[in-house]
């Protein structure tokens, strides 16, 4: 799997990609084998009601499927990455599992 981390006006240094790293494959270890690059996308922006949010953008490639894109808003870029791989999950469970049928 490969990760692609692109943080606007931010430097990212090796931790804090590390971290995130040990993050999504935690969160991912069900799929680790069937993905083959995650790109993730943190823009700030401005509101008025609650000042500068992030938004994260996930775009997720898999081996014979159409591309999964997910993108969630959140106080900083952890907590709006952290809600993007719960909404990620939610969709990869939602469509792509498979259901036993009762008889």
Same mark, same amino acid.
């Given at each position: ?5 692109? @943080?606007?006006?931010?430097?990212? $240094? ?11 494959? *935690?969160?991912?270890? =069900?799929?680790?084998? $069937?993905?083959?690059?995650?790109? @993730? $996308?943190?823009?700030? @922006? ?12 996930? *775009? ?10 997910? =993108? ?29 049928? *009762?008889?």
């Amino acid at each position: 799997m490969k990760l692609k981390l692109t @943080i606007k006006d931010r430097l990212i $240094h090796s931790g804090m990609k590390a971290s995130l790293a040990k993050l999504l494959n *935690n969160t991912l270890a =069900k799929y680790a084998l $069937h993905i083959r690059k995650v790109d @993730i $996308h943190v823009d700030d @922006i401005p509101t008025s009601q609650h000042g500068p949010l992030k938004e994260c953008k996930i *775009n997720m490639l898999l081996p014979g499927l159409p591309n999964i894109v997910v =993108k969630a808003k959140g106080k900083n870029i952890v907590h709006a990455i952290q809600r993007a791989l719960k909404s990620l999950q939610h969709v990869l469970l939602q469509k792509y599992q498979f259901r036993q049928l *009762n008889p």
